[in-house]
């Protein structure tokens, strides 16, 4: 308080004289070259330097106490945030899709290479094994080597990857193939969170999540209709093939829209 003011002023009064009370923006010279803390409403000097441009002082005028005020600044967004969306998520696309595309072509994929189906149904197995295990461990090496290195580099070994398991001369080959298709999944999937949240502000981030596990669901649903209908329009390996233009042009629209590492 203000040594000219009473110290006997009821607990009403008070109250409406607080309500009623304004604020002024205004400093006393002594005052504005020093920082100050906010204890218990009080705030005492203890840097002699001037305070930082957020900082905004704000004085009582019924009580003379002295607060300060940070307003918290949000860079401007990107302007191409929903292109880079766009982007990783027809990408991130192909992930959960290979995931269950598989399912229903045992039946044709064990008779083309004459094997029982408990050894076809390592075929889908196999890639959610790799996937499964290996998502954490893409997510710290994306922390330390780049989100869009490793996302990039995953899209290749993905197209490649997908190309060996349309080519498979065996099953074995076709089941490794597939493990190593998991790998490249797993380096796009594991830093498309990533990529999303340093791209888009914290009011549209909830947003961008959204529709980034909108797409993965879609694409585990996908899959099996979509498998199905490329196996019998085409053949099982086409079930692979659709993977390579698709990922060949999802890597050179990622390379031109994704922000430096």
């Known amino acids: 308080r203000d040594g000219s003011e009473r110290t006997d002023v009821s607990g009403a009064e008070s109250a409406a004289r607080r309500r009623s009370a304004g604020f002024d923006r205004s400093l006393p010279a002594p005052l504005r070259t020093r920082d100050w803390t906010d204890g218990l409403g009080i705030c005492f000097p203890f840097v002699l330097t001037p305070p930082p441009p957020e900082i905004q002082w704000e004085r009582r005028r019924d009580l003379g ?43 044709t994929i064990a008779a083309a290479f004459r094997a029982p189906m408990t050894e076809a149904s390592w075929v889908p197995m196999a890639y959610l094994l790799v996937l499964s295990s290996l998502l954490l461990s893409y997510g710290r090496l994306g922390d330390m080597w780049g989100y869009r290195r490793l996302f ?55 947003r961008a999540l959204g529709l980034n596990a909108m797409m993965v669901a879609f694409g585990l649903a996908l899959g099996p209709s979509l498998g199905g209908a490329i196996t019998q329009w085409w053949g099982w390996r086409w079930v692979f093939y659709i993977n390579v233009p698709i990922g060949l042009a999802g890597f050179f629209w990622a390379r031109r829209l994704l922000p430096p590492d």
């Open 65 to 107: 106490l002295y607060s300060l005020s940070c307003q918290a600044t949000e860079e401007p967004a990107d302007p191409r945030r929903w292109r880079v969306l766009a982007a990783v998520l027809v990408c991130g696309l192909m992930g959960p899709l290979d995931a269950s595309i598989v399912n229903v072509n045992l039946p």
């Open 152 to 206: 990039l580099g995953g899209m290749v070994l993905f197209v490649a990857a997908s190309a060996l398991c349309g080519l498979s001369p065996s099953l074995r080959f076709l089941i490794v193939a597939r493990g190593v298709q998991a790998m490249a999944g797993g380096m796009f999937m594991a830093v498309t969170p990533a990529i999303i949240t340093t791209a888009f502000p914290a009011r549209e981030r909830g």
